[in-house]
């Protein structure tokens, strides 16, 4: 049984030009274990398809499942990594890691046991020599290292990240690219990516889901390829 199950969903905007239909009767099964990133130009609904996942917002028709349960909000077993990292400014790394961690262990975990789960999921992303800092005293690369260790951190079942190298210098996104295999392959992680390049797509994913605008510029239609590794 695929771990999430998109069925038939649709996705209207309301607009002050009118009703905006951003994804139409989009069918989609991911398995467990397994790394997908969603490409497509500019506006062709990979964000708004990574949203439903994500239960940030919630769609129009058809329904998400994610292991066995309607997606109706936005739940631990499902990380995500944003493209801006979103840390809280006024926390260190290490708080911003531990805050989640809390939020998800804290009621059947001791404080040592909690530190300990931030500390490795720093460790993995390699932060841990700069996990006191503040998020304005590291690189943005860094910044999203530990964007992706809080993701981690909770151990979901599932990691939705959209574009998140896409702020990135070139050479930090080869080494970001270099890190999240290695995560990846560690944790055998389930991931969902948005992407807009396609390297990228080919180089971290076992299938890469492209979405296009339909005759009518407006209807995300899809078209899967299957990579052989
Ligand atoms: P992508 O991530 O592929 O660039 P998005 O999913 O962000 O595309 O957007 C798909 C389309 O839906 C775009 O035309 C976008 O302007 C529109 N859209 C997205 N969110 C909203 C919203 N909240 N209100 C109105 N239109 C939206
Ligand atoms: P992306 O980087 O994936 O193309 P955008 O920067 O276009 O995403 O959109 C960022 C956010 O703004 C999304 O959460 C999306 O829902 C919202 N959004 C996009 N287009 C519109 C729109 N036309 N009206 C209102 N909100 C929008």
Known sequence: ??????QDVGMRFETKNGTFVALRDINLN??????????????????????????????????LICNGREIAGPGPE??????N?????????????????????????????????????LE??????????????????MKQRVGIARAFAIEPKILLMDE????LDALTRASLQ?????????????????THDVDEAVLLSDRVV?????????IGEILEVKLEK
């Not at 049984?1 to 998109?6: A, E, H, W």
């Not at 499902?78 to 493209?83: E, T």
């Not at 270099?178 to 948005?194: F, P």
Request: aromatic share 4%; proline share 5%.
């Open 85 to 121: 990292h979103s840390l809280l400014p006024w926390l260190s790394c290490f708080e911003n890691v531990m805050l989640g961690v809390e939020r998800v262990f804290g009621a059947q975990e001791g404080k040592a046991k909690l530190k300990e789960r931030t500390r490795a999921a």
């Open 124 to 141: 993995m992303v390699h932060m841990d020599h700069a996990m006191h800092k503040m998020p304005h005293e590291i690189s943005g690369g």
């Open 78 to 83: 499902r990380g995500v990594v944003f493209q």
């Open 1 to 6: 049984k695929p771990l999430v199950q998109v």
């Open 30 to 63: 991911i398995s467990e274990g397994e790394v997908i990133t969603l490409i497509g130009h500019s506006g062709c609904g990979k964000s708004t398809l990574l949203n439903l996942i994500a239960g940030l917002t919630l769609p129009s028709s058809g329904v």
């Open 210 to 218: 492209m979405m296009t605008n339909g005759p009518a510029a407006t």
């Open 178 to 194: 270099d890190e999240l295999i290695g995560v990846m392959q560690k944790t055998g992680a389930t991931v969902v990516m948005v």
């Open 164 to 167: 998140p190298f896409g702020a």
